[in-house]
């Protein structure tokens, strides 16, 4: 009788007989045991490699062979912003850019820091660069009178208005006038969406806004307008009166006067777009008139003796130097940037599967100057003929 061990031993021998003989007689289920075939399946990933749930990769790298823009999202934060670009960049990956992989440019005047850079790099589908800005193009420049620069920080801190007295925010609004398009990290780029910490979007995006402004030629896109503070700008219309003398071959004849004026030029009604919602075109900026512009408010010092905002300046530009046409308002993008937001209504908000509140939309408010850009993109009564 045999014992145990024996009893295994010769089990044991008759897998292998019978596993040898499938081997030579069995193409197949050689293959299937192989070596190299055992191998793959049990080798470890590289450790470069990032381990996603197939569901998750499919959906993360969707679309991105499909035609793309030149262009990028441009974001200026500072490091102690995190948790409200971390926000919005999750919103806008889970709304639009994680089907059309477009990059982000992060700009800020100083380094930004490894947790900044780990934090929003985590959670993007695509690449991110980041940008030191340059200090010519950031901070108060030397010409500028100091002594009357204070006094007129004074004068709107004592009127309440906000931002009245800080040197950082109208940095800021001059950056976004004269230079965030003249960075090395924007340089190759033809157009942007501008994205600010902290803010909302509602709905999602089945089409690709920057070819939309690629192809139909536009080169302003917004879905914010309002009045601005006349005493942040007491004398900017003036400036922009001397500008449209002086160079009226950068003016357009189909321009958007009415957006901004309600008596033809004479005067600045403040209506302006909210510029912390963009998508433009970088070349509009960069232009030959668009510079012509901005160099003429900035040796005023008007950015700085008073306190212009880059919306303001944006808006009156895309409006003089752009045709009609070659602005547009983004109906179905539903956005907030506290305490204002846009959302779109009917069949718009049920195609984005929007979460914001109809309701709540800014658009027909008494503050908003929605109802003047409807206005303005009608198209004009011809003027009466004198001699009829």
């Given at each position: 009788m045999l014992s145990p061990a024996r009893y295994l031993l010769v089990i044991l021998l008759s897998l292998i007989g019978v596993h040898f003989l499938l081997t030579?007689?069995?193409?197949?289920?050689?293959?299937?045991?192989?070596?190299?075939?055992?191998?793959?399946?049990?080798?470890?990933?590289?450790?470069?490699?990032?381990?996603?749930?197939?569901?998750?990769?499919?959906?993360e790298f969707k679309n991105t062979t499909q035609r793309k823009s030149n262009a990028a999202f441009v974001i200026l934060a500072r490091n102690s912003?995190?948790?409200?670009?971390?926000?919005?960049?999750?919103m806008m990956e889970d709304r639009f850019n994680r089907n059309f992989?477009?990059?982000?440019?992060?700009?800020?005047?100083?380094p930004f820091t490894s947790e900044f850079i780990k934090h929003t790099s985590d959670i993007i589908s695509t690449k991110a660069e980041y940008g030191v800005i340059p200090p010519e193009h950031w901070y108060q420049p030397e010409w500028i009178d100091e002594?009357?620069?204070?006094?007129?920080?004074?004068?709107?801190?004592?009127?309440?208005?906000?931002?009245?007295?800080?040197?950082?925010?109208?940095?800021?609004?001059?950056?976004?006038s004269g230079f965030f398009f003249r960075h090395p990290l924007m340089m190759k780029y033809d157009f942007?969406?501008?994205?600010?910490?902290?803010?909302?979007?509602?709905?999602?995006?089945?089409?690709?806004?920057?070819?939309?402004?690629?192809?139909?030629?536009k080169v302003y896109g917004f879905t914010i307008s309002l009045y601005e503070f006349s005493e942040t700008i007491e004398t900017l219309w003036q400036t922009v009166k001397d500008f449209m003398q002086r160079y009226p071959e950068h003016i357009s004849e189909d321009?958007?006067?009415?957006?901004?004026?309600?008596?033809?030029g004479e005067s600045y009604n403040l209506c302006h777009f909210w510029s912390n919602f963009e998508i433009g075109d970088l070349n509009f900026w960069r232009s030959p008139?668009?510079?012509?512009?901005?160099?003429?408010?900035?040796?005023?010092?008007?950015?700085?003796?008073?306190?212009?905002?880059?919306?303001?300046?944006?808006?009156?530009?895309?409006?003089?130097?752009?045709?009609?046409?070659?602005l547009h308002f983004f109906n179905d993008i539903g956005y907030k940037h506290d305490p204002f937001m846009h959302c779109p209504t009917g069949a718009a908000h049920t195609k984005g599967k929007c979460w914001c509140d109809q309701k709540e939309s800014f658009d027909y408010d008494g503050y908003s100057c929605h109802v003047k850009y409807e206005t303005a993109m009608m198209p004009s009564t011809p003027a009466p003929d004198p001699l009829s």
């Open positions: 030579i007689t069995h193409e197949q289920y050689g293959n299937a045991i192989s070596f190299s075939h055992l191998k793959d399946k049990l080798s470890c990933p590289a450790p470069s490699e990032t381990i996603r749930p197939e569901s998750f990769a499919e959906s912003e995190l948790n409200g670009v971390l926000e919005s960049i999750k992989g477009y990059p982000y440019v992060f700009l800020n005047e100083k002594e009357r620069a204070t006094q007129g920080r004074l004068k709107l801190q004592q009127k309440g208005i906000i931002y009245g007295e800080s040197i950082s925010y109208r940095n800021m609004c001059r950056f976004n942007y969406w501008r994205i600010e910490p902290g803010v909302k979007f509602f709905c999602d995006l089945d089409y690709d806004p920057f070819l939309f402004m690629q192809d139909n030629k321009n958007t006067m009415r957006f901004l004026s309600d008596n033809g008139a668009y510079m012509a512009f901005f160099e003429h408010l900035e040796k005023t010092g008007g950015f700085y003796y008073e306190r212009w905002g880059d919306a303001p300046v944006h808006s009156i530009a895309a409006a003089l130097l752009a045709r009609r046409d070659q």
